[in-house]
């Protein structure tokens, strides 16, 4: 089946500096990929949709300047979260899909604790 | 705008006993409705879809648009059922939304 990947899986960084995940996909091509972040014991919130070669498009609410998304290649997506802040602290978690098919495949999650 | 509610976190059932996953949703145009499965320590994937109306490890749920509802239900749970579950709502532009999930707990 299908395998969606990201890296790294847990980080921890300092409050102000920028940390970069990446998501792939390992086996097809993802011409749209969806980030999430699931709060704890909470839903996840889609926060974003991108599709290859073009602007990503943000939820409301969602600030694209500290939330930076790049998805510059069919298995290849990227979120940066910009001047992270404690409340930044996360499980951020991809997902793509391949062409106009419904389905959409999953990956682990990272877990992002900014101190 | 779209939501979808879970209003158990948790639910308890013994093996062997009927089990229904409460789903209900809010959204203007025309829903399509999906369960998703996350087991332990496992990433989350797709349990079926209302389009499908097929029964997946003995899973079903049905659309009602007259209480805008898609419980899930099993008529009997087994042990390897428990895990984490979550509607999702796919609404225009392919975005989806997801309920706050419940946990199945199903004891032996």
């Known amino acids: 089946g299908a395998v969606v990947s990201q890296h790294p899986s847990r980080v921890i960084c300092k409050s102000g500096t920028s940390v970069k995940i990446e998501c792939r996909s390992l086996?097809?091509?993802?011409?749209?990929m969806f980030w999430y972040r699931q709060f704890p014991k909470k839903s996840l919130m889609l926060m974003a949709t991108?599709?290859?070669?073009?602007?990503?498009?943000?939820e409301q609410g969602v600030e694209k300047d500290k939330f930076l998304i790049n998805h510059a290649s069919l298995t290849l997506s990227t979120l940066t979260v910009t001047s992270a802040h404690p409340e930044d602290s996360s499980f951020y978690i991809c997902?793509?899909?391949?062409?106009?098919?419904?389905?959409?495949?999953f990956g682990p999650g990272t877990r992002l604790t900014v101190t | 705008a779209q939501r979808v509610t879970q209003p158990e976190k948790l639910l308890s059932v013994f093996k062997g006993a009927p089990v229904e996953l409460k789903c209900n949703y809010s959204?203007?145009?025309?829903?399509?409705l999906f369960w998703y499965v996350q087991y332990s320590r496992q990433r989350l994937q797709l349990l079926l879809r209302?389009?499908s109306r097929e029964s997946i490890k003995g899973f079903t749920a049905d659309l009602n648009k007259g209480e805008t509802s898609f419980h899930l239900k099993k008529p009997f749970a087994q042990e390897e059922d428990s895990a984490m579950y979550y509607c999702?709502?796919?609404?225009?532009?392919?975005?989806?939304?997801f309920g706050s999930g419940t946990k199945l707990n199903v004891k032996p």
């Open positions: 997902s793509a899909r391949e062409g106009s098919v419904y389905e959409q495949y």
């Open positions: 991108s599709n290859e070669g073009s602007k990503a498009t943000y």
């Open positions: 959204y203007s145009g025309s829903p399509e």
């Open positions: 209302h389009i």
């Open positions: 086996d097809f091509q993802a011409t749209t």
């Open positions: 999702a709502l796919k609404v225009q532009g392919n975005k989806f939304y």
